[in-house]
């Protein structure tokens, strides 16, 4: 049977276990309960950090859901409030892996200047509806970038003139050529989804220069505004320079991959299964972020790097 080794694991750790399509629901000896994949309860299994995660409380507990970066149920009642900060409607992204998006954002774009006001985040909202959000990410990606866009005009925020400002600076950035190549590749397969494998580690490395890329153009061009150089913080106005702030950021992106062994690269599951990330270099540091999905199919999540903000 699928996961008995998972099951056998919670089983000695007193936890009760709902499996369910796509995640099981969990409550631990310690009270706590989360919904999680179970591909992904398989990875803390695996790396022996089960007990802490269902048995465990105080510090212990809280250094376990931040090593495995789980959102609890007890958490996920702050997404009302979270969709009212952003201005956004209840009935929009209600998927777990969307609410824990929705909830991470939250806490990202409240820390931000304006991201706090009511009057700019729902400005926002309507920025990513205009142009056309489909998904959570695509909401929080667009709405990232209009909080950047906003941010780089410097000043009180003006009703009347930023958005039209942000439009026209994304229509200059998804403009740009690198922005345009944009778009998810196969480079794997459901394996590389599931486990870490190094073999994957290699085949990114070797299409990094060539076509790996965001996953969309705003995304890419959301990281580009909000990590700009600390030298030279101020984002052009005009077509070549915000064209050349995309590709300068796609480049280093690529180039951090390009630059860091293999045998040194790290991955993580999301709770949700949604994805598994690679990690080229050092976490929190300086580091390409790569995805994969269950399909195979991979793409840049994010770069940063101690040169830029």
Not at 10 to 28: H, S
Not at 140 to 167: E, K
Not at 197 to 207: I, R, S, T, W
Not at 245 to 267: D, H, M, N, P
């Amino acid at each position: 049977m699928p996961w008995d080794e998972l099951k056998q694991a919670l089983d000695a750790q007193d936890a009760a276990y709902t499996p369910t399509d796509p995640v099981w629901t969990v409550k631990g000896a310690n009270g706590e309960s989360f919904r999680a994949h179970p591909a992904f309860l398989d990875q803390v299994r695996v790396a022996g950090g089960l007990p802490d995660l269902v048995t465990a409380t105080g510090q212990a507990f809280a250094g376990a859901l931040g090593r495995c970066r789980v959102t609890l149920d007890r958490h996920l009642v702050d997404v009302p409030a979270a969709r009212t900060a952003l201005g956004l409607a209840g009935h929009r992204f209600t998927t777990l892996d969307d609410e824990i998006t929705l909830l991470r954002y939250h806490d990202t774009a409240r820390s931000q200047p304006g991201g706090g006001n009511p009057v700019i985040a729902a400005a926002g909202t309507a920025f990513a509806d205009r142009h056309q959000a489909a998904t959570v990410h695509d909401f929080t990606q667009l709405h990232a970038f209009f909080l950047a866009a906003v941010n780089s005009f410097g000043g009180a925020y003006d009703a009347n003139t930023y958005p039209g400002r942000v439009d026209a600076m994304y229509t200059l950035a998804v403009g740009s050529p690198a922005a345009a190549a944009a778009g998810p590749v196969r480079l794997g397969a459901a394996a590389d989804w599931q486990t870490h494998q190094p073999g994957f580690a290699l085949a990114v490395h070797a299409e990094a220069a060539r076509r790996l890329n965001f996953r969309t153009p705003h995304a890419l061009a959301g990281h580009a505004l909000k990590h700009v150089l600390r030298t030279s913080p101020q984002i052009p106005g005009d077509q070549g320079g915000v064209h050349g702030l995309i590709a300068t950021y796609l480049q280093e992106a690529r180039g951090k991959i390009t630059a860091t062994s293999t045998a040194t690269v790290t991955s993580a599951l999301a709770q949700t299964g949604a994805t598994r990330t690679y990690y080229f270099g050092t976490v929190n540091v300086h580091a390409t972020m790569v995805a994969v999905d269950s399909a195979g199919d991979a793409w840049i999540s994010t770069y940063y790097a101690p040169t830029r903000i």
